[in-house]
Antibody, heavy 116, light 106 residues
Framework: EVQLVESGGHSVQPGGSLRLSCAASGFTFSSHWMHWVRQVPGKGLVWISAISGDGSSTNYADSVKGRFTISRDNAKNTLFLQMNSLRAEDTAVYYC?????????WGQGTLVTVSS | EIVLTQSPATLSLSPGDRATVSCRASQSVTSYLAWYQQKPGQVPRLLIFDVSIRATGTPARFSGRGSGTDFTLTISSVEPEDFAVYYCQQRSSWPLTFGGGTKVEI
């Protein structure tokens, strides 16, 4: 069974940093692009970042480019999102997703709150 | 950036009605268009990918069609469990984008 389990979300002050993790199991992790998608509670879905299976290719939304870094450790089947210079507008639930002609599996999400 | 515009924002229906949700792209996404369903308090679920291919577990009452810039998601006969928010998403070009969502309500 495919499982994606995010962790690392909590409350942080503006300008602070957080590192989200997503532990994957039940599939060949290195064979899949992995993405982060966020959602402000009660609002829509927003794509944030993606990384290729071998980690050699990454992409970012303009809203986070230069502040967020996506990475992966295929030996540990783990996806990461390093978030720096956090802003109030980064407050959201962050989902880890597996790409397979669409996001066929999602984690349960981890809440990041940026507030003073 | 490709902008996806969904309409209507809200669709008020009764069980058994036909539901049609539209997704219009600001430029062609060829056939790289997916639909997701999200119920309150739940994680989004992939319904359809590549315009018309139903994901595993998606009931046959859900169908997708379209090409280029105009796409539709149709629920042939809405069941009580179908009341949710529906999002389209394109993976044709970076940055990937989602539509704003359509709420299908009773």
């Amino acid at each position: 069974e495919v499982q994606l389990v995010e962790s690392g979300g909590h409350s942080v002050q503006p300008g602070g940093s957080l590192r989200l993790s997503c532990a994957a199991s039940g599939f060949t992790f290195s064979s899949h692009w992995m993405h982060w998608v966020r959602q402000v509670p009660g609002k829509g879905l927003v794509w944030i970042s993606a990384i290729s299976g071998d980690g050699s290719s990454t992409n970012y939304a303009d809203s986070v480019k230069g502040r967020f870094t996506i990475s992966r450790d295929n030996a540990k089947n783990t996806l990461f999102l390093q978030m720096n210079s956090l802003r109030a507008e980064d407050t959201a639930v962050y989902y880890c997703t597996r790409a397979n002609s669409g996001y066929d599996h999602w984690g349960q999400g981890t809440l990041v709150t940026v507030s003073s | 950036e490709i902008v996806l515009t969904q309409s209507p924002a809200t669709l008020s229906l009764s069980p058994g009605d036909r539901a049609t949700v539209s997704c219009r792209a600001s430029q062609s996404v060829t056939s790289y268009l997916a639909w997701y369903q999200q119920k309150p308090g739940q994680v989004p679920r992939l319904l359809i990918f590549d315009v018309s291919i139903r994901a595993t577990g998606t009931p046959a009452r859900f169908s997708g069609r379209g090409s280029g810039t105009d796409f539709t998601l149709t629920i042939s006969s809405v069941e009580p469990e179908d009341f949710a928010v529906y999002y389209c998403q394109q993976r044709s070009s970076w940055p990937l984008t989602f539509g704003g969502g359509t709420k299908v309500e009773i």
